[in-house]
């Protein structure tokens, strides 16, 4: 069996770890630059108020105290997001985390074990030592462990197995409610009189890969009850990595767009390390700001001498480009990066006389760099380009709570 351990309403949850006055109250999480609503509260929803609302439609609600509004702390979650796998890699016997509020976990083998106690133990544990709730739902692939911790949040308990026969279950969830099916797929589904996640298990193979080709057919097996193989789970290596980011303020300055820009090569170059990749060039953009939306993209490329991950060497090439990119008296909104031509590291390739060594190694220092961030916080060891302070350019967040976990400055304090 499988089980899927799911934070409830996670970033909500998280901003009531450390702020008790938003317990019971309607509370929203809003996006980047405080646009709109993507975690909500059970109370919030108890009114009606869909997923994705823009907060400035909800701004007087605010005003008169029927709502509660955060931004998005990304943090705070990600610091408790690790706390709660680490308690799962003591729990059980793997895990696979999928989502920063979700985890696929291996429950311990040998003998009988009494999946509801463990899940309710588990569960219990979670709640105890990091104080975020959540729902446990058991199956025997990953699809069906999705549609079980579905049902699991609705037990009082928390936690739900899935019975040997699935059929109830599955004749009562609409298509559209199976993981990687969503909208667009189940309309394509409906024309085929699909409708139900039972229809859709129950649908001939041939008819179920016209429709949605080998992903659609793998989450068939998978509702049937047969895991995916090693050969259905293959994941492709990405054939590029980006980073962008719209500004909290219009930027105006070629020092802003340096930054920006920096930041996000930063990012997105410990992306590509993670990968096992590296890149044999990228292309900077910026976006003006137009009233009414829109604006004029100015793009270069960028090829680097040798295919890289060292994030020092991409802001050395990236460097000159910057001032075709910056037009005084413009407004912008907007910068980004995408990397092109990768390669995974090590990869057998034609050197040329001018290269001091093999250009597939990794960067042994920003490997190093790497682990350092992971261990004591993001961005503690950076490159001066990034800048030094909060930047007017960076994410608008005026609801911002305190970073308690992963800042000595902001720590809690008790009187």
């Not at 899927?4 to 509370?27: A, H, I, Q, T, Y």
């Amino acid at each position: 069996m499988i089980g899927l351990v799911d934070g409830n309403n996670f970033f909500v949850s998280c901003e009531r770890v450390f702020n008790r006055r938003l317990v019971g109250k309607p509370v929203a999480v809003l996006s980047n630059n405080d646009g709109c609503c993507v975690s909500r509260s059970n109370e919030f929803k108890a009114l009606g108020i869909p997923m994705g609302t823009p907060y400035f439609q909800l701004r007087e609600r605010e005003r008169t105290g029927e709502l509660m509004f955060c931004s998005s702390n990304y943090e705070l979650y990600g610091d408790i997001s690790r706390r709660i796998i680490s308690i799962l890699r003591e729990e059980t016997l793997e895990v696979e985390q999928y989502s920063i509020d979700e985890a696929f976990i291996h429950p311990p083998q040998g003998g009988e074990i009494n999946l509801m106690e463990y899940g309710t133990r588990l569960r219990a544990k979670i709640l105890r030592w990091v104080g975020i709730p959540c729902g446990i739902g058991f199956a025997p692939t990953k699809t069906l462990a999705k549609i079980a911790n579905h049902l699991a949040k609705k037990q009082p308990e928390g936690v739900f197995i899935l019975p040997d026969d699935p059929t109830p279950v599955l004749a009562t969830l609409p298509a559209e409610e199976v993981w990687g099916v969503g909208r667009r797929l189940s309309a394509k589904l409906h024309t085929h009189g699909i409708h139900t996640a039972e229809q859709l298990r129950n649908a001939p193979k041939e008819r179920i890969r016209s429709v949605g080709g080998i992903t659609l057919l793998r989450t068939v097996e998978e509702l049937r009850g047969i895991p995916c193989t090693e050969e259905w789970e293959y994941v492709a290596d990405p054939d590029s990595v980006s980073c962008s980011r719209s500004f909290g303020t219009p930027v105006t300055t070629r020092e802003g767009i340096a930054e920006s820009l920096a930041s996000f090569i930063t990012e997105a170059a410990a992306k590509l390390r993670r990968h096992g990749m590296l890149a044999a060039g990228c292309n900077i953009y910026a976006q003006t700001f137009q009233s009414g939306g829109g604006g004029e993209f100015i793009e270069r490329t960028v090829v680097f001498h040798a295919p890289t991950d060292a994030t020092n060497e991409m802001l050395t090439a990236v460097s000159p480009n910057l001032d075709a990119l910056f037009v005084p008296g413009f407004r912008y909104r907007k910068t980004g990066v995408v990397f092109f031509g990768l390669e995974k590291v090590g990869t057998a390739r034609q050197l040329d006389l001018f290269t001091a060594s093999a250009p597939s190694e990794a960067s042994p220092l920003f490997q190093a760099i790497d682990k350092i961030n992971a261990r004591y916080g993001r961005n503690r060891v950076f490159s001066a380009s990034l800048g030094i302070g909060e930047a007017s350019w960076k994410m608008k967040r005026e609801k911002l709570s305190k970073r308690s976990t992963t800042r000595w400055d902001e720590l809690i304090t008790v009187r």
